[in-house]
């Protein structure tokens, strides 16, 4: 569990003003009883369009990389989430980063920069070469990812491709990779048992 600069005062702590000590912030390992307010968080963020989006072509139905599904917690309230994937990108092994989500009433604290700063830590302590995401450029680069390390990769689907960046964790990991991104995530339960 990694314990964050707790500086946020709003209506929610208002209740438990001078009665117990503030909750705090932090960002934890994602839990089987956090998926409720996971799934709730989602869909207060991007609507049920989310499951259309090509990037879920490489979630459903796998497990989200080893101790990269976070959440971000204020108390017992989840209100924030980031989990990464297993894939292969053009024959090099890669992370796949996404959805990242932060509660409305918490947005422009700096805690999505945080979520991503654990996770990238987290991904690079853990030995991974490359991350991969569709998202917004101009809140991404600051973490160093750029469409020029995904040129040569194709998504399974459509995508908006100034959207479609990546971050080599190691030099050159990315490096004149070509062809298609395939999941390579561990399957779901269910899943497995489908196949079996
Ligand atoms: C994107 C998101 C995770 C950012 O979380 P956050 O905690 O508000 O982010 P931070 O506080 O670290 O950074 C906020 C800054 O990023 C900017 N920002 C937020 N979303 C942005 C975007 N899509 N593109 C560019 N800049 C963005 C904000 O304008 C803000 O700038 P400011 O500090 O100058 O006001 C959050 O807005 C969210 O959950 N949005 C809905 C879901 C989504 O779009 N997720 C990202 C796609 S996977």
Redesign the pocket.
Known sequence: MTLIQNDFRADVVAPFAGVVSEPEIYIADEAPQDFFARETLLDA??GPARFEKTAERLREGRLPAEGLALVMKHGALLM?TLRLWHVDAGGADALM????????P???????????AEALFRAFAAGHRAVL???????YEAFGFSRRVTRGLMLPGPVDEARFLGLELAAGALQGVQGLVRATGRLEPARLREAA
Do not use: E, H, Q
């Open positions: 963020a991007f924030g980063l996404g959805p990242l989500a932060i509660a409305k918490y947005r422009s604290r700096g805690f999505g920069r945080r979520m991503m995401l569709v998202g917004d450029a101009p809140y």
